[in-house]
């Protein structure tokens, strides 16, 4: 807290490391900008409007972000703006990614923006001299899919796993962050000019749970609201590996500053959940406030004849019964990441979904306020541990 008290009165002058954050007002995104400026940097954040109140006011109104925030807008689609965007920066968090709601017609719609996207900002940080390091938000989705039930099973899987591309059970989001970080390495490897020297660190965070700082609709939200709104009164035998928004917004900024975070991947994934566990956890705090959160686990037959009905149903097959384990030990060791509970982050997405309108409550249930964020850790990873803001 020391640290982040000390940097929360930093000067705003051109001396502080200035770091670009795309996708800022997203829900990983927003919670980027906050744990930078409790470490004393200046922001830029790239959004689609900044002049639109609903989605900006809540980083305005982040603690330093009167002097040490700007928001600018940017396209990933697009070339306009971006060289602007990295003008003066020394690292860029590349956090913006198409994800969509529903599936898309075709995988190319939600592919091409991603790997296209990655490359733009990328091109971007190279031909600004000052950038010293790109962290890119992939997933666990770029280690883990394209695989059958049986080499899921029991698998472990780390940063040296790839997502299989050539299996055919792939699916468009899967494989649109596979294919974007895989852009983004080749890129690094041979696509900067010769001696430019620009680094590159990714995040890879599997299941993203916690409080929200904006309304950010987001798969993490529907799988809780699912819960919390009872649209299913039976829960099929599903396992997510879970992460908390705030371990992966502090990873993020580690993977930023610290040394030997350059050229490495970094699986963020706390522990593996249970849908059920979610259930049974969520009913026990919220269904005494009115909420009828189900907590019987469906069989798997029965979730196979669904899915000849129901595509959400279908989708949830290939994962019945299946536990795959994850080695976080990287992210441990090279950036010193402490994982917050899992189980109090899934309360914390529920309350904040309820109060930011994204979960409907049922008729005469308590209403639910959004839940403190809570300490931001800076220790080893504030301005003050910058080299160049050393040495300026």
């Known amino acids: 807290m020391a640290a982040a008290a000390a940097a929360s009165s930093a000067p705003a002058g051109d001396s502080v490391p200035l770091v670009l954050v795309t996708g800022a007002s997203g829900f990983v995104g927003s919670h980027c900008v906050r744990v930078l400026l409790a470490g004393g940097f200046r922001v830029r954040g790239t959004v689609r409007d900044p002049k639109d109140d609903a ?6 109104e982040l603690e330093g972000a009167s002097d040490r925030l700007e928001l600018v807008a ?3 689609m697009k070339d306009d703006g971006w060289t602007e965007a990295v003008a003066g920066a020394m690292y860029v968090l590349h956090v913006a990614s198409p994800f969509p709601i529903t599936a898309p017609k075709h995988k190319d719609d939600l592919i091409r923006p991603a790997v296209d996207g990655t490359l733009r900002v990328l091109k971007a940080a190279a031909a600004e001299a000052c950038v010293r390091r790109v962290v890119l938000t992939s997933s666990v989705a770029s280690i883990t899919e394209g695989r059958s039930p049986a080499e899921l099973k029991d698998r472990t899987f780390s940063e040296e796993d790839w997502s299989d591309l050539e299996s055919g059970r792939i699916a468009a989001y899967p494989e649109s962050k596979t294919r974007a970080e895989r852009a983004a390495w080749e890129f690094i490897k041979s696509g900067q000019p010769e001696g430019r020297g620009l680094e590159l660190a990714t995040i890879n965070p599997s299941f993203i749970v916690g409080p929200m700082i904006r309304r950010s609709p987001c798969s993490s939200v529907e799988v809780v609201q699912n819960l919390m709104e009872r649209k299913f009164s039976i829960i099929p ?3 997510l590996w879970c992460v908390d928004v705030r371990d992966v917004a502090e990873a993020h900024v ?12 970094f699986l963020l994934s706390t522990r593996e ?7 049974v956890d969520l009913a026990a705090v919220y269904n005494p406030k009115g909420y009828s959160v189900p907590t019987a686990k469906a069989s798997n037959w029965l979730i196979h004849v669904a899915g000849w009905f129901s595509a959400t149903a279908a989708a949830t097959v290939p994962r019945l019964g299946v536990h795959e384990k994850h080695n976080h030990a990287q992210a441990e060791a090279v950036l010193g990441v402490r994982w917050r509970d899992v189980k109090t982050a899934v309360a914390e997405l529920a309350a904040s979904g309820v109060a930011l309108g994204l979960i409907q409550p049922p008729k005469g249930a308590a209403a639910l306020e959004c839940p403190p964020l809570g300490d931001v850790r800076t220790e080893g990873i ?8 050393k040495e300026s």
Do not use: I, W
């Open 382 to 389: 504030s301005v003050e541990d910058v080299p160049a803001a």
């Open 74 to 76: 940017a396209n990933l």
């Open 273 to 279: 959940y249970g849908l059920q566990e979610m259930g």
């Open 55 to 60: 989605k900006t006011a809540p980083l305005r």
């Open 237 to 239: 035998d599903v396992n």
């Open 254 to 265: 580690r993977a930023m500053v610290l040394p030997a975070a350059a050229g490495k991947r």
